[in-house]
């Protein structure tokens, strides 16, 4: 996976990042019953999360009361949710042609702990090595908004949250603007840097707009 474009007899990897309230999960979803009414086969993942391991290594990234969890074993944590998901389920879904939809990836790494928590883009890069073993994703669909945008949607989705566990899943909300500023940052020199897998969509239209925008990147490599 990621060299060259596949055609629609291979697996298809194809990740969704951006800023926190961005509305990349909405669009992935629905891009996948697009698909699925195309007529391919999809795996919708997510990470950190995605297996159950993954789902309980999640719980304990996001949980508010872990404030004291330090930003190496933070980075360690999500590639330890990574490399399972990418052994059970990942890997096995490309082998089949299946199409992968990934709510993250190594590229949120990066910008959330690389650049935003000063670990490094080198020390990044050194455990994707051992954790994804070469696995890249085909295609990047960045949705971007502004920070201000970002900020407001994620904590007015956490306020609406009927759900008790998922309102204490905020840890990462809850950072200073500072480090939001660095994060986004990071996405747009990624995507400078790789243009052939990066495509940034423009997150501020409504759900519709959005999806056409998505729609127009993805058709051509299916």
């Given at each position: ?54 789902e309980q290594i999640r719980r304990i990234l996001l949980d ?159």
């Amino acid at each position: 996976m990621g060299s060259g474009v596949p055609t629609a007899k291979h697996g298809l990897f194809i990740t969704f990042e951006g800023m926190d309230g961005c509305g990349k999960t909405t669009q992935l979803h629905l891009l996948a019953r697009r698909l699925r009414d195309a007529g391919r086969t999809v795996l919708e993942t997510v990470e950190p999360g995605g297996t159950p391991i993954g789902e309980q290594i999640r719980r304990i990234l996001l949980d508010n009361r872990n404030q004291e969890l330090s930003p190496t074993a933070e980075f360690l944590l999500y590639f330890a949710s990574r490399a399972q998901n990418v052994d059970q389920w990942i890997r096995p879904a490309l082998a089949r042609g299946d199409v992968v939809l990934c709510d993250r990836f190594t590229d949120s790494t990066m910008a959330y702990q690389g650049y935003g928590r000063a670990i490094g883009p080198e020390t990044v890069l050194a455990v994707d090595r051992i954790a994804c073993r070469g696995l890249k994703p085909d295609l990047t669909l960045l949705i971007d908004i502004d920070l201000e945008t970002s900020l407001a949607r994620a904590r007015a989705r956490n306020r609406e949250a009927s759900d008790p566990a998922t309102q204490s899943m905020t840890r990462m909300d809850d950072q200073a603007a500072e480090f939001y500023h660095k994060v986004r940052d990071a996405y747009w020199r990624m995507a400078q840097a790789a243009p052939d897998r990066f495509r940034i969509v423009d997150g501020r239209g409504d759900v519709a707009a959005v999806e056409s925008a998505v729609w127009s990147v993805v058709a051509p490599h299916v």
